[in-house]
């Protein structure tokens, strides 16, 4: 039994399987395309929001050395994503990397993570996008009725009209093709970067040194339910994370990473691509690094406009430039971040997608879902159907009960498929990589350490919604995805042909 838990799928019949006419994904996605589509996902609120409240809280002007400490992070985890990514150049990501490497429940485990990751990251995206929309309709003098406005804001009854419009609208969009996709994701990302570097540009001009001292404040003591007070730190090690001073940095880290998801998404529309071997690791190390350099310029502009212990939680930057005399940046900023937001929600509803895509074409989901489209060559129905559960998760829950979204399922897949590198690397050593992840085995040692350190300063209430969850989805595992996997059924009728006793006139 365990052999076949843990059976693996050759990476040439994962590449033969994106040949088949009626599961072959249309390939039209240039590095260009995927660099946008990476920097398109990971800025988002991250970066008009994390900023201040991680300066207040935990680093101070030092902020800036925490989002440099996270990149690395990430850069460990985005080196091993373009390995696999050029290497099996199939839909999946995370999933399809652990199915050729790890075995099928490990590669269950991992896409079962990644569609509910997905799922409620978009639905939560929706929702914030939903409550900058509604903010500048109400400047403008409309005020959309209580009842089809935020759940969070409504009194008794209501529907989130405008979360569950966006999340519709993405799902045509999707469906009707991935480069009209990518047409629409560069255009708003451009709008997004163009607001980020008018605030760095010209918060530049409010700078004061005096902002900047102590740039690392002194230590102190994490006071109890505050910053990131993981009782699974205390209980493994017996103290909890401190604000400011070097550890300071350490724990801001953890905090701003968040800001970082989103990068792992890109390997997801590798079978799309036209030449994933070159451009998925242009892509993916590409957007990190772009956005590491905004994350960083942004964090030492604002810390230096205005003192870290007078930011704002809410709105640092806009509130910066108030604080400067210049509220007409505030609403400048506003509205960046809602266009903004519109990439986030696409391109994380395209991952979701493109992970069920890939599981329903192995067997362990329903097949239906693996057909495309005749005319476009798009995953139709997983998108519409998923795009419709989560308008409806969008509309009628409450941003408070959607907002702890699953980080913890992104840590465990940088995890996973740093370990797989390694193994690969030993299983198939003949495999030709047309990018190679430098320094194995250390470097992706280095990646699970990081990424493991991580998952200890998450809350444990993350921890145990996380084992849950897992826990279902090992369930349904046993129950339909075990004995409906087409890898079983080849391996079966494989085993069936050799024993199967010889006909009259055959040996």
């Known amino acids: 039994m365990s052999s076949t838990l843990f059976r693996t799928k050759k990476v040439e019949q994962s590449i033969l399987d994106t040949e088949e006419p009626e599961h072959a994904l249309k390939k039209s996605l240039s590095a260009l395309d995927l660099t946008v589509f990476g920097v398109g996902v990971i800025i988002g609120t991250g970066i008009f929001v994390l900023t201040g409240t991680v300066a207040k809280n935990n680093a101070g002007p030092s902020v800036a050395l925490a989002f440099v400490v996270a990149g690395v992070v990430c850069a460990l985890a985005a080196l091993c994503y373009a390995e696999f990514a050029s290497t099996l150049p199939v839909a999946g990501s995370a999933y399809t990397f652990s199915y050729a490497s790890l075995g099928e429940l490990p590669a269950w485990i991992i896409g079962w993570d990644l569609v509910l990751e997905f799922a409620l990251g978009t639905a939560v995206v929706a929702v914030g996008w939903s409550g900058y929309i509604a903010s500048l309709l109400d400047n403008a003098g409309w005020h959309l009725p209580e009842a089809l406005g935020s759940r969070d804001a409504a009194d008794g009854f209501g529907f ?114 036209k030449d994933p071997q070159r451009a998925m690791p242009r892509g993916i190390l590409g957007s990190l690094l772009i956005c590491t350099t905004l994350y960083v310029a942004v964090s030492v502009v604002v810390t230096g406009m205005q003192h870290y212990s007078e930011l704002s939680v809410d709105a640092p930057l806009a509130d910066a430039f108030k604080a400067t005399g210049h509220p007409w940046y505030a609403g400048f900023i506003s509205f960046g971040a809602a266009v903004g937001l519109t990439t986030v929600c696409m391109i994380l509803l395209l991952g979701q997608t493109r992970v069920f895509f890939a599981m329903s074409r192995d ?123 087409r890898l079983g059924r080849q391996e079966e009728t494989t085993v069936g042909e050799v024993l199967r006793p010889p006909g009259r006139g055959e040996k």
């Open 160 to 273: 989130d009209i405008l979360a569950a419009a966006l999340v519709l609208l993405l799902t045509v969009i999707l469906v009707l093709g991935m480069k009209l996709s990518a047409r629409i994701t560069s255009l708003v990302v451009a709008i997004k970067v163009t607001v980020v570097l008018v605030v760095i540009i010209a918060g530049a001009f409010f700078i004061e040194s005096k902002n900047y001292d102590p740039f690392i404040p002194k230590a102190q003591e994490v006071e109890a339910g505050g910053g990131l007070d993981s009782p699974l730190i205390q209980l493994m090690f017996g103290w909890a994370p401190s604000n400011f001073g070097v550890m300071g940095i350490f724990t801001a880290a953890s905090v701003v990473f968040f800001a970082f998801i989103g990068f792992d998404v890109v390997a997801t529309a590798a079978e799309e691509t």
């Open 363 to 485: 067997g362990l989901l329903p097949r239906f879902f693996s057909r495309v489209h005749p005319r476009f060559k798009t995953p139709h129905r997983p998108t519409i159907l998923l795009g419709v559960l989560i308008a409806v998760v969008a509309g009628f829950t409450p941003l408070s009960e959607l907002a702890e979204l699953v980080n913890i399922g992104t840590l465990f897949a940088f995890v996973i498929v740093a370990v797989g590198v390694v193994i690969l690397r030993r299983t198939r050593p003949d495999l030709h990589r047309s990018f190679r992840t430098p320094w194995v085995p250390v470097l992706p040692i280095l990646s699970v350490g990081a990424s493991l350190w991580l998952m200890l300063n998450l809350p444990a209430e993350t921890w145990v919604r996380f084992g849950a969850w897992m826990l279902l989805g090992v369930v349904v595992y046993f129950l339909y995805s075990r004995s409906h996997s």
